[in-house]
């Protein structure tokens, strides 16, 4: 079946420091990559998607790149703020279907 | 315009109880899904419904049901609950069914339900 793993967090960073949350999947066909955000006590938001290899998704200064060959979707930042501290998802789309499979998600904390 | 909107948004639950938790997808939107994200983990996908009509389901127990109106809410409904279903669900719209690459899908704020 799918996954998708995500590096273990939490991740402590000052801010202006680089950011990158690592992610790899494992699914048949070719799925759609998505990051999504939690902040704290809200629901999950869109950060970014890619709907195919060689994809750049990007937003609010975060990238990320549909790597086929690596089975990749590692989200960076170039320097972080304060206001990015949440939880980020990295989740996978198969084409057939519409259900989002998640990985654990990952802590991120900016301090000023 | 509004975005997926869920109700209620906390509820405290003893075991064995029923619970209903409702929501209504972006206006346009015909597909609704339901995620339960536990602490500390991803969301898991529960149900999908389209047209009114259950398209997928995930790996949970048959104490879990929905169903989606003609308006296109949709409603969960748990039986029986246990404390493992304490939980944040999570309601998800989008405009089309699936299949679509681009196609995006919504999230409310969820619905946090404590079982004691």
């Known amino acids: 079946g799918n996954s998708v793993t995500q590096m273990e967090g939490p991740v402590t960073l000052s801010e202006e420091a680089f950011l990158t949350i690592n992610c790899t999947y494992t699914a048949t066909g070719y799925p759609s990559l998505f990051w999504y955000v939690q902040y704290p006590g809200e629901g999950l938001q869109l950060l970014l998607k890619a709907t195919k290899a060689d994809d750049k998704g990007s937003n609010k200064g975060f990238e990320a790149t549909y790597r086929k060959e690596t089975t990749s979707f590692h989200l960076e930042k170039g320097s972080v703020q304060v206001s990015d501290s949440a939880v980020y998802f990295c989740a996978l789309r198969e084409y057939s279907n519409y259900k989002l499979t998640f990985g654990k998600g990952t802590l991120l904390t900016v301090n000023p | 315009d509004a975005g997926v909107t869920q109700s209620p948004t906390h509820l405290i639950k003893t075991r064995g109880q029923h619970v209903t938790l409702r929501c209504s997808p972006i206006s346009g939107h015909k597909s609704v899904s339901w995620y339960q994200q536990v602490l500390g983990q991803g969301p898991q996908f529960i149900f999908q419904?389209?047209?009114?009509?259950?398209?997928g389901r995930g790996n949970f127990p048959d104490r879990f049901s929905a169903r989606q109106f003609p308006n296109y809410s949709s409603e969960l409904n748990v039986n029986a609950l246990l404390l493992g279903d304490s939980a944040l669900y999570l309601c998800?719209?989008?405009?089309?069914?699936?299949?679509?690459?681009?196609?995006?899908?919504?999230f409310g704020e969820g619905s946090w339900l404590t079982v004691v």
């Open positions: 419904y389209y047209e009114k009509e259950e398209r």
């Open positions: 998800a719209s989008s405009s089309v069914e699936g299949g679509i690459s681009g196609n995006t899908i919504y």
